[in-house]
């Protein structure tokens, strides 16, 4: 960690962190997916501390992103709450684990859900439809019917428009559990799970599927925190000049996120998570 630090100046991990910032929450996913490859791949971090310090900028960036969508009147209240509570178990069981998965295995692990997802993206086309195809995504709204139980449905107006739709809270709050627990074995935050699931199977548009994430990511990732601190698998030194500057670096990923459409906010989703995965595979 001496070696790491020595080459690595306060200016340059606020940077690093500003950035990583504003791309994770553009995009909905806390910018760990980013973070850790780096922190693992070009300065050396033990995997499982890695995942620890990632975390606590994850921590840093949700809330700051959290508040700034908030501001924006994007936010699911209703059911992040309830989303961010499925987490917490997933959360503390993936940091008790999180020791056990090191080096290659654990670069593979990674690479492969990141390509899942990224795949997913690409084929499916999960932007939230322009007005040409309103009526199809009306009725896409209304969620699949091999999942019925437990179905809720949300009204909420944002940016001077009105989204509906429903989806079955159960299957979300599984979800939600398992997204936990990758958040804090891997230290992403879980957002490159949660967003895609919260569009795909609980038909959830685009822009509130981010901001709702970011939501849920503020709690996943403090009890996260809060585990892997007690295990001794956080680096503060690096954590909080990187988590100062995803906090600086949030409001920034939120207000472009108002620039940029669901279908392009997917596509450097999709992007994004290839080339790391790529990078991961290759020795």
Same mark, same amino acid.
């Given at each position: 960690?001496?070696?790491?630090?020595?080459?690595?100046?306060?200016?340059?991990?606020?940077?690093?962190?500003?950035s990583?910032?504003?791309?994770?929450?553009?995009?909905?996913?806390?910018?760990?997916?980013?973070?850790?490859?780096?922190?693992?791949?070009?300065?050396?971090?033990p995997?499982?501390?890695?995942?620890?310090?990632?975390?606590?900028?994850?921590?840093?960036?949700?809330?700051?992103?959290?508040?700034?969508?908030?501001?924006?009147?994007?936010?699911?209240?209703?059911?992040?709450?309830?989303?961010?509570?499925?987490?917490?178990?997933?959360?503390?069981?993936?940091?008790?684990v999180?020791?056990?998965? *090191? +080096?290659?295995?654990? !670069?593979?692990?990674?690479?492969? /859900?990141? $390509?899942?997802? &990224?795949?997913? %993206?690409? =084929?499916?086309?999960?932007?939230?439809?322009?007005?040409?195809?309103?009526?199809?995504?009306?009725?896409?709204?209304?969620?699949?019917?091999?999942?019925?139980?437990?179905?809720?449905?949300?009204?909420?107006?944002?940016a001077d428009?009105?989204?509906?739709?429903?989806?079955?809270?159960?299957?979300?709050?599984?979800?939600?559990?398992?997204?936990g627990?990758?958040?804090?074995?891997?230290?992403?935050?879980?957002?490159?799970?949660?967003?895609?699931?919260?569009?795909?199977l609980?038909s959830?548009?685009?822009?509130i599927?981010?901001?709702?994430?970011?939501?849920?990511?503020?709690?996943?990732?403090? *009890? +996260?925190?809060?585990? !892997?601190?007690?295990?001794?698998? /956080?680096? $503060?030194?690096? &954590?909080?000049? %990187?988590? =100062?500057?995803?906090?600086?670096?949030?409001?920034?990923?939120?207000?472009?996120s108002?620039?940029?459409?669901?279908?392009?906010?997917?596509?450097?989703?999709?992007?994004?998570?290839?080339?790391?995965?790529?990078?991961?595979?290759?020795?």
């Open positions: 960690m001496i070696a790491v630090w020595s080459i690595l100046s306060t200016l340059g991990l606020l940077v690093l962190g500003a990583v910032g504003a791309l994770g929450t553009l995009i909905g996913a806390g910018g760990g997916f980013l973070l850790v490859p780096i922190l693992i791949m070009f300065f050396h971090v995997t499982d501390i890695a995942a620890g310090t990632s975390l606590f900028v994850v921590l840093a960036n949700a809330a700051s992103g959290a508040a700034s969508y908030a501001r924006q009147g994007r936010v699911d209240y209703r059911s992040g709450a309830a989303f961010a509570l499925a987490t917490l178990p997933g959360a503390v069981l993936g940091a008790r999180s020791s056990l998965v *090191a +080096g290659r295995p654990f !670069h593979i692990l990674f690479a492969l /859900l990141l $390509f899942a997802v &990224a795949a997913r %993206l690409a =084929v499916s086309g999960i932007a939230q439809p322009h007005a040409a195809t309103r009526e199809r995504a009306d009725d896409r709204r209304r969620g699949p019917g091999w999942f019925s139980w437990g179905r809720v449905t949300r009204r909420m107006a944002a428009e009105t989204h509906e739709w429903s989806f079955s809270l159960p299957l979300g709050l599984g979800i939600s559990l398992v997204a627990f990758l958040s804090s074995i891997l230290g992403i935050g879980g957002g490159i799970v949660h967003v895609p699931a919260l569009v795909e609980l959830y548009p685009m822009h599927a981010t901001a709702t994430s970011h939501f849920v990511l503020a709690f996943t990732a403090l *009890a +996260g925190v809060v585990a !892997h601190a007690w295990q001794g698998t /956080l680096d $503060f030194r690096l &954590a909080v000049p %990187l988590g =100062v500057g995803a906090a600086a670096g949030a409001p920034v990923g939120a207000w472009l108002t620039r940029l459409s669901g279908s392009r906010i997917s596509a450097l989703l999709a992007v994004a998570l290839a080339m790391v995965a790529v990078r991961l595979l290759i020795p």
